[in-house]
C-alpha cells in the first residue's frame, strides 16, 4: 500500500472537522515528500534533532506538530518554527515555550498532555494539576502560547473498552475545561488517537489524530 493511499483511506473514515496529524518520526525525508504531495500537511515528530534536520529539508508550508517527550533546554532549537507543541506536560515547560516564543516573536500553540492512561509509564498532567493551571492562571500569563486545547494517550491494551474509558475520561475532561475554567476561545481541540485506536478516540471526541505505522508503515527504530 502506498503512503497516498493509506493517506486516502483514513481521510475516508475520518469525519468532517477532525485533523489528520502524519506522524513521521523514524521515516525519512522522502518518505514524509509522498505524504506532502498526497496533500497533507500536517506531520508529528517527537525528537528535536530528527525535527530539526527534517524542516530544514522538507517545504516550509509544513506545520510542524512536536509530539514527544520535550526537554526545556531543547525548546529554543524548534521554537522559531514548530507549529504546536501537543506534549506540554510541566508549567516548567509552559513557560519556556512562552520565553522562547517570546524571543522569536511567535506565538505558539500548544495542547496540554493529560495523562489518562491507567498504566503509570506514560507522560502527562495529572488532571487536578491542569484544572489548577487552567483555572488559577489567567491566559495572560502565558502571552506567547496559545493553549489550544488537550492531548492524550490511552493505555497500549487489547482492551477496548479500557481504551473507550480513558478517551471517555478525557473528553469529559475536556468539556470541563470549556466550560467551567474558561482557557479562551482557542480551546478546541483534543487530540486522541494514533495508529490502534483512532476509530474509538474519534467516536469519543477527538478533534485530531495522530497517526504514524497506518500512514507510513512499521518505524525501523
Ligand atoms: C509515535 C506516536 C504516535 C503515532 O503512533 P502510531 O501507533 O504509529 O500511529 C502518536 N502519538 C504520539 C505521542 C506518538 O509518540
Same mark, same amino acid.
Given at each position: 500500500?502506498?503512503?497516498?493511499?493509506? /493517506?486516502?483511506?483514513?481521510?475516508?473514515?475520518? %469525519?468532517? !472537522?477532525?485533523?489528520?496529524?502524519?506522524?513521521?518520526?523514524?521515516?525519512?525525508?522522502? $518518505? +514524509?515528500?509522498?505524504?506532502?504531495?498526497?496533500?497533507?500537511? =500536517?506531520?508529528?515528530?517527537?525528537?528535536?534533532?530528527?525535527?530539526?534536520?527534517?524542516? @530544514?529539508?522538507?517545504? %516550509?508550508?509544513?506545520?510542524?506538530?512536536? /509530539?514527544?517527550?520535550?526537554? $526545556?533546554?531543547?525548546?529554543?532549537? =524548534? &521554537?522559531?518554527?514548530?507549529?504546536? /507543541?501537543?506534549?506540554?506536560? *510541566?508549567?516548567?515547560?509552559?513557560?519556556? +515555550? #512562552?520565553?522562547?516564543?517570546?524571543?522569536?516573536?511567535?506565538? +505558539?500553540?500548544?495542547?496540554?498532555? /493529560?495523562? +489518562?492512561?491507567?498504566?503509570?509509564?506514560?507522560?502527562?498532567?495529572?488532571?487536578?494539576?491542569?484544572? &489548577?493551571?487552567?483555572?488559577?492562571?489567567?491566559? @495572560?500569563?502565558? %502571552?506567547?502560547?496559545?493553549? &489550544?486545547?488537550?492531548?492524550?494517550?490511552?493505555?497500549?491494551? #487489547?482492551? *477496548?473498552?479500557?481504551?473507550?474509558?480513558?478517551?471517555?475520561?478525557?473528553?469529559?475532561?475536556?468539556?470541563?475545561?470549556?466550560?467551567?475554567?474558561?482557557?479562551?476561545?482557542?480551546?478546541?481541540?483534543?487530540?486522541? !488517537?494514533?495508529?490502534? #485506536?483512532?476509530? =474509538?478516540?474519534?467516536?469519543?471526541?477527538?478533534?485530531?489524530?495522530?497517526?504514524?505505522?497506518?500512514?507510513?508503515?512499521?518505524?525501523?527504530?
Amino acid at each position: 500500500m502506498s503512503v497516498a493511499q493509506n /493517506i486516502a483511506d483514513i481521510r475516508s473514515v475520518l %469525519p468532517a !472537522g477532525v485533523t489528520l496529524v502524519a506522524v513521521s518520526k523514524f521515516h525519512l525525508p522522502q $518518505t +514524509i515528500r509522498e505524504a506532502f504531495d498526497a496533500g497533507q500537511r =500536517i506531520f508529528g515528530e517527537s525528537r528535536v534533532q530528527e525535527l530539526m534536520v527534517k524542516q @530544514s529539508l522538507l517545504p %516550509p508550508d509544513i506545520e510542524w506538530h512536536f /509530539i514527544g517527550t520535550l526537554q $526545556t533546554n531543547k525548546v529554543k532549537n =524548534i &521554537a522559531p518554527f514548530v507549529h504546536t /507543541i501537543q506534549s506540554v506536560d *510541566t508549567v516548567r515547560l509552559l513557560k519556556e +515555550i #512562552d520565553r522562547q516564543a517570546a524571543g522569536c516573536h511567535r506565538r +505558539i500553540r500548544v495542547l496540554l498532555e /493529560i495523562h +489518562i492512561a491507567e498504566e503509570a509509564s506514560k507522560h502527562g498532567f495529572a488532571m487536578e494539576e491542569c484544572r &489548577a493551571l487552567l483555572r488559577d492562571e489567567p491566559a @495572560s500569563a502565558y %502571552p506567547n502560547v496559545c493553549i &489550544a486545547g488537550l492531548m492524550g494517550m490511552a493505555t497500549f491494551t #487489547d482492551d *477496548t473498552t479500557q481504551v473507550q474509558r480513558e478517551f471517555q475520561r478525557l473528553h469529559a475532561f475536556f468539556e470541563e475545561m470549556k466550560n467551567n475554567c474558561s482557557p479562551g476561545d482557542s480551546f478546541t481541540e483534543l487530540s486522541m !488517537g494514533m495508529s490502534g #485506536d483512532y476509530p =474509538i478516540a474519534v467516536a469519543c471526541g477527538s478533534t485530531m489524530v495522530r497517526i504514524g505505522t497506518a500512514v507510513f508503515g512499521t518505524r525501523n527504530y
